[in-house]
C-alpha cells in the first residue's frame, strides 16, 4: 500500500510562487507515473502535470511554463514547483500514483492519493 503525503501549500500573493512536495511510503515512486492535480471549491478535479518513471513530464495547457514538476528518488519525493501563481490557482493541490505505464489526464484511474495540500493565492 503506498501513501502519498503533500506539504508545502500555503497562502502566497499572486506572482509569487510555491513548491509542493510529496512524500511516497510502502514503495517507491519510481515504480510509478506520478500526476499532481487540483480542485478548487465548486469544480471537478483538474489535472496539472505528470511525471513518468523515466523523469519526463507533461503539463496541462493552463501552466504555460509556470510549473515544474521533479523527482528526488533518494527521498522518494516528488516536488510541482509553481512560479508566477495566479488567484485562479487557488485550489487544494494533490499528488497521485499511477501504476498504469500509459500517463494519464483522468484522476479516476490513478491508484493511490495523498490528502491534498491548500494552496490560496491573494490578489
Known amino acids: 500500500q503506498v501513501q502519498l503525503v503533500e506539504s508545502g501549500g500555503g497562502l502566497v500573493q499572486a506572482g509569487g510562487s510555491l513548491r509542493l512536495s510529496c512524500a511516497a511510503s510502502?514503495?517507491?515512486?519510481?515504480?510509478?507515473?506520478m500526476g499532481w492535480f487540483r480542485q478548487a471549491p465548486g469544480k471537478e478535479r483538474e489535472f496539472v502535470g505528470f511525471?513518468?518513471?523515466?523523469?519526463?513530464?507533461f503539463y496541462a495547457d493552463f501552466v504555460k511554463g509556470r510549473f515544474t514538476i521533479s523527482g528526488d528518488s533518494a527521498r522518494n519525493t516528488v516536488y510541482l514547483q509553481m512560479n508566477v501563481l495566479k488567484p485562479g490557482d487557488t485550489a487544494v493541490y494533490y499528488c497521485?500514483?499511477?501504476?498504469?505505464?500509459?500517463?494519464?489526464?483522468?484522476?479516476?484511474?490513478?491508484?493511490?492519493w495523498g490528502q491534498g495540500t491548500q494552496v490560496t493565492v491573494s490578489s
Open positions: 497521485a500514483a499511477l501504476m498504469s505505464l500509459i500517463p494519464s489526464t483522468d484522476a479516476g484511474i490513478y491508484d493511490y
Open positions: 510502502g514503495g517507491s515512486f519510481s515504480d510509478y507515473g
Open positions: 511525471i513518468r518513471r523515466s523523469g519526463t513530464t
